[in-house]
């Protein structure tokens, strides 16, 4: 499974949204602009959600 960020509305997605396809779907929309590569930042989707593990100051 392979998580893309969309740069364009394609289908039912919009722009900025996160989905992940197989390998080869993934591929082809980075091949068409349609889409990048994402790598989801683990530290702060914790310090986001109510009860994460960040730390108050």
Same mark, same amino acid.
């Given at each position: 499974?392979t998580? =893309?960020?969309?740069?364009?509305?394609?289908g039912?997605? $919009?722009? +900025?949204? =996160?989905?992940?396809f197989e390998?080869a !779907?993934? @591929?082809?929309?980075? @091949?068409?602009?349609?889409?990048e !590569?994402h $790598?989801? @930042?683990r +530290?702060?989707?914790a310090?986001?959600?109510? +009860?994460? *593990?960040?730390? =108050? *100051?």
């Amino acid at each position: 499974m392979t998580q =893309v960020k969309f740069l364009k509305n394609c289908g039912a997605y $919009t722009i +900025g949204d =996160v989905a992940g396809f197989e390998a080869a !779907k993934a @591929e082809l929309l980075i @091949e068409r602009n349609i889409a990048e !590569k994402h $790598t989801p @930042e683990r +530290g702060k989707a914790a310090a986001s959600k109510p +009860g994460g *593990n960040a730390s =108050v *100051n």
